[in-house]
């Protein structure tokens, strides 16, 4: 790119490309491939706006970019601008006449324009600074300041250089005279200023006529927080050299000035600038540097590293107090036209490249070529191990000692002849500006006017710059102001990174405290522009109260809170319809934006100490979007306010979310009277469908039984077969501690049949509760329906069929019933299953059999009967049932062939369940051996696995007795020794009989221990055997 889209900083801005246009030149560029700069070819319909020189009072719409120039591409060139009004002329920004000899008559034609431009914008009163009364603005007056500022020494130059300042990024740097061309050299014009050195508030400054002048600098701040200085001059020394002085340094640890002049390096006191009574000094030196990362480890001693006169020569000495000495002397590849040191690390500018040499070693590295010839070296240590480099292509290159850069370059002027460092920002100077770039981004940040410099250094964080008459300071402006001034005008990205760079120049805390509030500014900034995203991280990271966010929103915050704004305030909007400017839209998507991040942070540490505001504003958020979120805010645990929370609710109709809020404070008498308000109709609220279920599951659960009581009536009306679920469905803790009373609850269910059903059956079958009422009363009532149902048999034949199943499950399953009563109920009936399961229960097998066998001739169910009757009976009793009804298919009166067949099916069925031989002798002797095949194989099999099994188990019982036999004879044949000292290892006592019991591990204890079956566990864990047998 070879023109910047605009003065103010951004990535599209070349600042060296810029103003080398502004001076009529075509950009240069460095070509790597051959070693040299290359001119590239002018580009077609690329051109620059030109500026009005006559400004209106404020910038327009667009902010200070509109009065920018801009970049012109395409085939034509751009529109030419409107013209000025009649009797004025354009100031042009673009290219002067490129002949050297008519630059200075350009420079007076721009400047005579200039001075006409700033004349007619003082009768107008156009001035660039704001009125303070809207109305002055209004009718044309000048406001006050401006009456002050049309007093002031406002030159055309000045008034141009505000707008330049303007279109930069930030206003890093103030530039405030310190030493004036008077206090210098008074009326002697041919004095110029050749080098300086400021140590503390001391300020020397070398000029052409060997002179030396030492001023004492204190620093003023007026309430207007302006920083200026005041200087008082101390000393004048002239050195009798008859050349300019060349360079001063100061070691304050020495109390020593080093002078360079007539290539003589002469160490002076610091305070009345006289030479050292030893006469110690360096000869034979063109430039110096003193070593600010020291290896020689002697504090009472200063490292200086001199170019010599000597070609190709560079030499290191210590200098002491009152002496110096030589360390080293270094032969170069090319004569060294610049030098920097850091510890053993020299950087060189030779005559055609850059290089690092170590000294110590003596192995040197090559950085990039440049030619001394075309512009002015400059080699600045910038830290530990790193230096700045003039480059080419007006590149600021950062390089550290290993030969790499790890800062991209900043874009500064081809004619830059100074460079200094003030954290974070470089400052580079050239023939007509002071620019500054920041170290973080590498953007250009502001430019300063500033004519004829030539000195451009830093001081222990001090930025000094002169010219060859004065000399200026650079002050800069404290970082948090800088910060400031980038987010009013809303520039968040670089307000983020000039505070992260920061942190290195600010106490910890302090850094903590402001980075915080930048970062909640910066996430306003954000919010305001509906950058949501960015705006929530920049929240998070800056800890935000939430409650600053909160009342931006009208009436959310709840009236009972106490919560203030910050001050001074982190934004500028008094709300959220000032923020939005009423557009509801963006209202929309910012009442979007709280709900997600208020539902976010409502569980973190960030709403610790008020989470009440929190969640009270979250429910008016959702109760007033209708978010189906309300509710689940509602059932977990949360901190809403009630009166504030129910007066919203209720405002806006979320009468099913009210009552959860009266659940959630305890308050469930009134949470019912609402939702049944509901249901009823009263009031309309379709939040849910199912509010009725609902307030039957809510009084299941409900540990107030009084509540439960009042409302039974309410749910058993409107449904009896969801209504009991708030007896049979309670909390199991409630259950087991039967906090209702079932005979209270039948007798409330009396009146509700199908209730009462589904509450026995939930007592009987779930609970199994073993009481004979209960049974008896589901008995009576399944035989009841039963017996209804019959009498509708055509009509109800599937239900008919599920209450019978139900019937016949109970009398089978239970056993607590009445069985007389309810056979008595069932006589007359032609409930004759019924009637043989009642019968079985009261071991009337023979009268069940028959009624099954020739009454109902179900034979299936017969089989059934006895295998049900005797599930948990011994196998004789299940014989015996078999054997009954066998007997009952055979014993008829009438041989009727159907129960013959049904008794060889039984026979061959269930052949283990007969014995053999009595089965024999029962059946005719008409019937078949192939008839009984089935039967006599099934038999002869379980004969002979019985047979077979009890040998088995007589072969295990003979091997296992053997084996006790066999350790009864191995225990026998281990003598055991008895005596007077020996005691019982359970009771500690000796032995006062020769009866004694041995254990299998060869413990001895007393016969009436050994019986004593209650042994402690120690006693017990040592004297026991594996077998467990003694």
Request: proline residues 3%; positive net charge.
């Given at each position: 790119m070879l023109l910047g889209a605009s003065l103010s900083s951004g990535p599209a801005w070349n600042s060296s490309v810029g103003w080398n246009a502004a001076r009529g030149r075509r950009a240069r560029r460095f070509d790597p491939r051959r070693g040299q700069l290359r001119l590239p070819a002018p580009r077609q319909g690329v051109g620059l706006d030109v500026l009005p020189a006559s400004l209106p009072p404020s910038l327009p719409a667009g902010g200070a970019s509109a009065c920018q120039p801009r970049l012109v591409t395409g085939r034509a060139a751009a529109p030419p601008p409107p013209p000025p009004p009649e009797g004025e002329t354009q100031l042009p920004l673009a290219s002067p006449p490129r002949r050297r000899e008519n630059r200075g008559a350009w420079k007076e034609e721009r400047a005579r324009l200039a001075a006409e431009a700033s004349a007619r914008a003082v009768n107008r009163g156009w001035w660039p600074t704001r009125c303070s009364s809207q109305a002055q603005r209004q009718d044309g007056n000048r406001c006050p300041q401006q009456m002050k500022l049309r007093h002031a020494p406002l030159k055309a130059t000045a008034y141009i250089r505000g707008h330049l300042e303007s279109a930069m990024s930030v206003k890093a740097f103030r530039l405030v005279p310190a030493v004036e061309r008077d206090l210098l050299m008074g009326d002697k014009a041919r004095i110029n200023i050749e080098c300086i050195e400021c140590c503390g508030k001391n300020l020397y400054i070398g000029t052409n006529d060997c002179s030396i002048y030492y001023f004492l600098l204190e620093e003023k701040n007026s309430p207007a927080e302006k920083t200026s200085f005041s200087v008082s001059k101390q000393l004048h020394k002239y050195l009798s050299f008859r050349k300019p002085v060349g360079e001063l340094k100061a070691a304050s640890a020495l109390n020593r000035l080093l002078v360079l002049c007539d290539n003589t390096i002469t160490l002076m006191n610091m305070m009345n600038l006289e030479p050292i009574p030893t006469g110690a000094r360096i000869k034979g030196a063109t430039m110096f540097t003193l070593n600010e990362n020291p290896m020689s480890g002697d504090p009472f001693c200063v490292e200086v590293c001199i170019v010599s006169v000597k070609r190709r020569t560079i030499q290191l000495f210590l200098v002491y107090e009152d002496r110096v000495q030589i360390v080293k002397e270094l032969l170069t590849p090319e004569q060294p036209c610049a030098v920097a040191i850091d510890g053993h690390y020299l950087c060189l500018a030779l005559t055609t490249q850059y290089i690092i040499l170590n000294y110590d070693t003596g192995v040197s590295q090559d950085l990039f070529p440049y030619s001394s010839e075309e512009r002015r070296p400059?080699?600045?240590?910038?830290?530990?191990?790193?230096?700045?480099?003039?480059?080419?292509?007006?590149?600021?290159?950062?390089?550290?000692?290993?030969?790499?850069?790890?800062?991209?370059p900043v874009h500064w002027s081809e004619n830059v002849v100074g460079a200094a460092l003030c954290f974070p920002y470089v400052v580079a100077l050239d023939e007509e500006f002071i620019t500054v770039h920041s170290m973080l981004d590498q953007q250009q940040k502001q430019t300063l006017p500033f004519k004829d410099g030539h000195i451009l250094q830093d001081f222990e964080g001090r930025v000094i710059v002169a010219t060859t008459k004065g000399v200026y300071i650079l002050v800069p402006l404290p970082l948090e102001t800088q910060i400031q001034d980038l987010l009013a005008s809303h520039r968040v990205e670089e307000a983020l990174v000039l505070a992260k760079g920061a942190r290195r120049n600010i106490?910890?805390?302090?850094?903590?405290?402001?980075?915080?509030?930048?970062?909640?500014?910066?996430?306003?900034?954000?919010?305001?522009?509906?950058?949501?995203?960015?705006?929530?991280?920049?929240?998070?990271?800056?800890?935000?109260?939430?409650?600053?966010?909160?009342?931006?929103y009208p009436f959310l915050l709840p009236s009972s809170s106490s919560f203030m704004r910050t001050h001074p305030p982190l934004h500028e909007y008094a709300d959220l319809n000032q923020l939005t400017q009423g557009d509801q839209e963006k209202m929309a998507k910012c009442k979007q934006f709280l709900m997600s991040y208020l539902n976010e942070v409502r569980s973190t540490d960030v709403a610790n100490g008020y989470k009440e505001d929190v969640d009270t504003a979250l429910l008016k958020l959702y109760a007033e979007s209708g978010h189906e979120s309300l509710l689940d805010l509602l059932v977990s645990e949360n901190f809403c306010l009630l009166a504030d929370s129910a007066a919203w609710l209720e405002k806006h109709k979320k009468f099913f979310a009210l009552g959860l809020l009266y659940h959630a404070n305890g308050q469930d008498a009134a949470a019912l009277q609402l939702w049944v308000k509901i249901v009823n109709g009263d009031i309309q609220d379709s939040t849910r469908t199912d509010l009725y279920e609902y307030i039957v599951d809510f009084l299941t659960s409900c540990t107030d039984h009084e509540l439960v009581w009042k409302y039974a009536e309410w749910v058993l009306q409107r449904s009896e077969e969801v209504g009991v679920y708030i007896f049979t469905r309670r909390p199991l803790e409630e259950e087991q501690k039967n906090s209702f009373n079932p005979d209270d609850v039948i007798s409330c269910l009396n009146k509700y049949p199908v209730s009462l059903v589904k509450y026995l059956e939930f007592l009987v079958l779930e609970r199994r509760v073993k009481k004979e009422k209960f049974h008896t009363h589901l008995a009576v009532l399944y035989l009841e329906e039963v017996l209804r149902l019959k009498s509708l048999a055509a009509e109800k034949s599937e239900e008919l069929s599920k209450s019978q199943a139900k019937l016949r499950s109970l009398l089978q399953k239970s056993d607590l019933y009445r069985i007389r009563f309810i056979l008595d109920k069932i006589s007359g009936t032609d409930l004759h299953m019924e009637c043989a399961i009642l019968f079985g229960k009261l071991e009337q097998h023979d009268k069940a059999l028959h009624i099954l066998v020739h009454e109902l001739k179900d034979f299936a169910a017969a089989e059934e009967y006895c295998v049900w009757n005797s599930e948990s009976k011994d196998l004789p009793y299940r014989k015996k049932l078999f054997h009954m009804l066998l007997s009952e298919y055979l014993n008829s009166s009438t041989s009727e062939h159907q129960l013959a067949m049904a008794a060889v099916d039984l026979l061959n069925n269930h052949a283990a369940e007969f014995d053999a031989a009595c089965v024999l002798q029962l059946i005719p002797d008409t019937w078949s051996v192939q008839l009984l095949s089935s039967f006599l194989c099934g038999s002869m099999r379980e004969s002979i696995h019985a047979q077979r099994m009890t040998q088995i188990a007589l072969g295990l019982a003979k091997a296992e007795n053997l084996t006790y036999t066999h350790e009864k004879v191995k225990l026998k044949g281990i003598a055991t020794v008895l005596s007077d000292r020996k005691v019982c290892q359970m009771c500690q006592s000796p032995f006062s009989e020769p009866a004694f019991v041995r254990y299998p591990n060869g413990g001895v204890v007393h016969t009436h221990c050994a019986a004593n079956r209650h042994v402690n566990s120690s006693t017990n864990h040592h004297l026991s055997s594996p077998s467990g047998r003694t």
């Open positions: 400059i080699v600045k240590r910038v830290g530990r191990q790193e230096f700045l480099l003039a480059g080419p292509g007006g590149l600021g290159m950062f390089a550290t000692v290993d030969g790499i850069s790890q800062r991209a106490p910890k805390e302090k850094f903590q405290v402001m980075y915080k509030r930048i970062l909640q500014q910066a996430g306003f900034i954000q919010f305001a522009q509906l950058q949501f995203l960015e705006a929530k991280e920049l929240f998070r990271g800056g800890q935000l109260d939430v409650r600053e966010l909160i009342s931006l």
